[in-house]
Structures are given as structure tokens and as C-alpha cells.
């Protein structure tokens, strides 16, 4: 069988599995929508004052954490926790010992966790756009594209993350302890003021995806001299920045490093 065919059966496959397990899916599906639902509908149609940027409506700022909060959410949260039960269940145990290569086992997990993240960038996005009148992206390539780099980068953390985790556990909690913090100290649920702050945040993955995805929509924003905590004035950008596009390579390249180094194929002490 071709490595193409086989590639495409581990991605069918991990899709059912994913799907056939309502506890999981649904809260990876619905976590998401809830929070860009419940925030939207209480401040989506006050304007917002976001540093360096501008004054724009709050929902769509909001859009662009909630869509990396989903990612991070699939990419990073259930596929580390779904990989160390595996691990401490013996399944990748004996996944390893069928003729299945080991990259195409995880290239499957991996591309079905990027499908789940491209299924939740359709959902919340036709959410915002049809009930909080969020604009239609401008740049629709460079918003997929920038999900597809982060779902990879953020399913490397994971898949690195599992080597440091001592059991399934343990998991839930060691994946929230990391990603909570994450997300509020990058300004997914609200604009950070302490510009050290989000000068620290810029060298995390959570932020530069965060703007690379505002930046695709690109929402029009108006000029906030007279605001106090708004930088003054500005040109909102447009594009690809090279700069938060090099931050999540980065992550990637080092979540592959470590996973590579760091990755155990059964539980401790077997």
C-alpha cells in the first residue's frame, strides 16, 4: 500500500475516533463557541481599544482569540491527553509493533487535529460574521494557512509535552496549568495594556497566532489619539507579519526537537 493511501486510512481513522467520542468532540467543539457566544453577546457591539492597533468592535477582536483558543484546544489539550492514555493504555505500545510506520501513525493524528481546528475556524467564524457583524476576512489564504501552521506548531508542543507528563492522570491538569496562563497573559479574552507584558507574549505561540489571525480579517479600525491606553495613530496591518510567522516555525521546529528527544511509547516503569 502506498504511503499516500496509508497516510489518508490513519487520518479516516483517527476522524471516527474522534467524532465516535461525544465527550471529547463536544467539548472540543462546543468550549469554544460557548465563550465566543457568551462574550459576544455581552460586548460585541462596543468598541474596544487595543494598543497598537486601534478601536474596533469587541467581537472582532474577540474572534481571533477564540479561534486560537480552539486550536490550542485540539492541537495542544486533547492531543496530549489523548496520546498519555494511549501511552499508559498500552495501544501506542502496540500500534508500534504493526508494520504501520511510526510517521504516518503520527502524521494521521496529526492531520485529523488539523481538520477538527479547520472545522472550528468555519464554525466561529460564520458564528461571528452571521450573528455579530464581524467582517468576511479579507485574506482567506493567509488566514487558513496561519490555522494550519499553528494546529502543527501547537500539535508538536503536545506531542513533546507527553515526555514530561508522568500519567494520564496527571494530564488534565498539567495541560490546563500551562495553557490558562497562556491564554490570558496573550491577550486572547482581553487587550494587554503592560507592554512588557506583551512584549513576553510575542516570543509565545498564543500571541503571534492571535495577530496573524486579526490581521487576516483585518476589521476597519479608527484612529485612537484622544484614547488613553491606545496607541496613537496607527495603520492597521494587512498582512503576513514575518515576524510572528517566524515565532510559530520556531515553536514547531523546537516542539519536533523535543518531542524527538523526550517522546516514551509506553508508561513509566514498563
Request: proline share 6%.
Amino acid at each position: 500500500m502506498s504511503a499516500v493511501r496509508l497516510l489518508w486510512r490513519q487520518t479516516v481513522s483517527e476522524q471516527k475516533m474522534f467524532w465516535r467520542n461525544p465527550s471529547s468532540s463536544g467539548f472540543t467543539i462546543a468550549f469554544p463557541v460557548m465563550f465566543l457566544t457568551i462574550f459576544s453577546l455581552v460586548n460585541g457591539n462596543n468598541d474596544l481599544g487595543v494598543p497598537g492597533v486601534g478601536v474596533v468592535h469587541f467581537a472582532s477582536f474577540y474572534l481571533a482569540g477564540i479561534i486560537v483558543m480552539a486550536v490550542l484546544s485540539a492541537n495542544f489539550m486533547s492531543l496530549a491527553i489523548s496520546l498519555v492514555i494511549r501511552r499508559d493504555e498500552g495501544v501506542l505500545k502496540r500500534k508500534r509493533g504493526t508494520p504501520l510506520p511510526v510517521w504516518v501513525l503520527f502524521a494521521g493524528i496529526v492531520a485529523s487535529q488539523t481538520i477538527v481546528s479547520l472545522v472550528m475556524l468555519v464554525i466561529t467564524s460564520a458564528t461571528s460574521i452571521a450573528f455579530f457583524h464581524v467582517p468576511f476576512p479579507r485574506h482567506v489564504i493567509l488566514l487558513v494557512f496561519v490555522v494550519i501552521l499553528g494546529s502543527l506548531s501547537f500539535a508538536a508542543i503536545g506531542v513533546a509535552s507527553t515526555g514530561l507528563i508522568g500519567n494520564q492522570d496527571a494530564a488534565p491538569a498539567i495541560v490546563n496549568v500551562v495553557s490558562l496562563p497562556v491564554l490570558f497573559l496573550s491577550g486572547v479574552f482581553f487587550p494587554i495594556s503592560t507592554t512588557w507584558v506583551r512584549n513576553v507574549s510575542r516570543a509565545l505561540p498564543v500571541a503571534p497566532m492571535r495577530n496573524l489571525i486579526f490581521d487576516s480579517f483585518a476589521p476597519p479600525v479608527r484612529d485612537c489619539a484622544s484614547v488613553a491606553h491606545c496607541a496613537a495613530p496607527v495603520t492597521h496591518p494587512t498582512g503576513l507579519s514575518w515576524v510572528d510567522l517566524g515565532v510559530l516555525v520556531g515553536w514547531l521546529l523546537l516542539g519536533a526537537v523535543v518531542a524527538l528527544a523526550t517522546f516514551r511509547w509506553t508508561a513509566r516503569g514498563e
